[in-house]
């Protein structure tokens, strides 16, 4: 119950709903149980005119009496239809101030979650399945918003209507109260029973749907491997048998629920009988009326909902509990990267690596050691080596995607560690190794870094990474929509259509991590081209496995497991007769041989 204290600040943030809320729920409340004292009240009235009608048996009065009587009871029927109204308002009202108000807390905290994810680092993201981020985001917040409304409201009205109820019994009379009462403890036990068990069930289903969801969502994207090796007679066996489980678990919730209202019924009935019996006992005695009988039952009657729900509410007030629980455990994890400083200021692109020992958190695997280097602003770097050298981390560092674990990175001559984060990114213009475009335009996936962009700068970017006459081609051009809901691209479009997404930004910092691998040679000496004029005077760092790609290159690093073993220009690096110029040699072989 502690994790849902998180709540008391959107409770007090929505005061001015819940207080009105609760008034409302009390005024309903009264106008409910009135009724049960009129409907009383005219049945003694029946009771009593029946009487008097047959004592003027056969005399011109019988008529006038039966006239009076008749308005009478018109005027009770009025009275009660217009009480019941008027509790329905006060309903209506309630529903309007506390379900709209949970609606609202579930909307602060979705945008609170997604916000607090959205600061979250990298290794975060690494530690934690999306799905798992997705659930706590949607279907956990759907849970607290189910107690923050709904369990809310009807633990109000319950408490209410039992205080009134069970007041107004013993108003009437002390005894006939305790007896139709008595069933009523028995009640709440056996409902809270049954929900503790309804609720067990219900979440071990919910647990088979999400695997079961989880199931065909990844077979249906590798539907593509399962139909090349084919396996859809097994993936229909794992299907089936994961189907079963989640039916049995199913029936047995629907026996435990068939069970429920019978039991439920068979105690309010016994309720019922009771005040009939003892209640006839009384009214034989004169301590009560009819009339009071006809009340108690509408009391009872009225109980019954309340009690149901109580079982119902505890439940949810459980679920919510653990859902909030989940949802508090990410929010109070703090990112691991902190960018403290808010002053904006345009960099230069100068690079230095001091030392620099990485080693990433989840792994322990220790992707880079002793790193040090410099690149000079509006220098053209290349970063090469072999799969699994440290290359993408470099490039991770330089975005201070994680921090170092000792030596340091300097940007402009002050540590990476002092920028303001925000404002160092958006200075870089970062090409992926795995493409990422989103289920949008063409356009929109270029014009992705800026907030404002016009057509002909989507249009430029395009043709700077060579992508333009492709996009042409298509009948939509740059409106052509991409993923799941429109058009795949070729892997070399991806990549150039991710290229463009950086150049456009026109950054003071580009990173190409191995990026041109799906593009043809001629493509890729465009692609080139086009970015020695964009980039003139900015800093470029080119990760890739071709020298062809970069021999011009103003300096080369060379990685080897995590270490920098070479650093030179293309003509220093194959006097050193290396690492680098027998990958050299071995690229300039394959080459040859592909073309006999
Ligand atoms: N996010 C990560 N979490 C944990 N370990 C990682 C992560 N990314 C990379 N590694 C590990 O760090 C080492 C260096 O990986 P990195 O991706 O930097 O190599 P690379 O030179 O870019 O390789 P490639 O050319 O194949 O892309 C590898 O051993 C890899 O397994």
Known sequence: MKHLRHLNKYFYKYKWWI?????????????????????????????????????????????????????????????????????????????????????????????????????????????????????????????VRMYVGPAIMYTANTLVLSVLIIYSMFDVNTRLAIY?????????IIIYYVNTVIFKKSGKIQERLSELSSFVQERFSGIRIIKSYVREDYTRTMFEIQSNEYKKDSMSLVKVSALFYPTMLLLIGLSTILTIYIGGIQVMNGSITAGNIAEFIIYINQLTFPVTMLGWVTSLIQRAAASQKRINEFLEISSDIQSTNETEREINGNIVFKKVNFTYPDTGIQA??????????????????????????????????????????????????????????????????????????????????????????????????????????????FETMLGERGITLSGGQKQRVSIARALIKSPKILIFDDCLSAVDTKTEEEILQNLGKIMHGKTSILIAHRISTIKNADKILVLDNGSIIEQGTHNELLNLNGTYTELYNNQLLEEESRSI
Not at 389 to 413: F, H, P, W
Request: with cysteine; hydrophobic share 45%.
């Open 19 to 143: 207080i009105p809320g609760i008034i409302f729920v009390v005024i309903s409340n009264i106008f409910g149980v009135i009724p049960a004292q009129v409907i009383g009240y005219a049945f003694d009235l029946i009771t009593e005119n029946i009487q008097i009608y047959m004592l003027f048996n056969g005399f011109n009065r019988q008529q006038i009496i039966y006239d009076i009587f008749s308005n009478s009871l018109l005027y009770f029927g009025l009275l009660v239809i217009a009480l019941y109204l008027l509790r329905g308002l006060f309903l209506f009202f309630m529903r309007q101030t506390i379900i709209l108000m949970s609606r609202h807390i579930e909307f602060d905290m979705k945008n609170d979650i997604y916000n607090h994810y959205q600061e979250l680092s990298l290794g975060f993201y690494r530690r934690n399945n999306t799905g798992d981020l997705m659930a706590r985001a949607t279907e956990d917040v759907n849970r």
């Open 368 to 477: 880079l050691k002793d790193v040090s280097f410099e690149i000079n602003s509006g220098e053209f770097v290349a970063i090469i080596g072999k799969t699994g050298s440290g290359k993408s981390t470099l490039a991770n560092l330089i975005m201070r995607m994680y921090d170092v674990e000792q030596g340091e990175i300097d940007i402009d001559g002050s540590n990476i560690k002092g920028l303001n984060l925000k404002n160092y990114r958006s200075q870089i213009g970062f090409v992926p190794q795995e493409v990422f475009l989103f289920s949008d335009t063409i356009k929109n996936n270029i014009a992705f870094g800026l907030d404002q962009t016009t057509d002909e700068e989507v249009h430029l970017a395009a043709k700077n990474a060579s992508v333009y006459s492709n996009i042409m081609d298509f009948e939509e051009r």
């Open 180 to 188: 139709c009462l008595a069933p009523l403890p028995l009640l709440v």
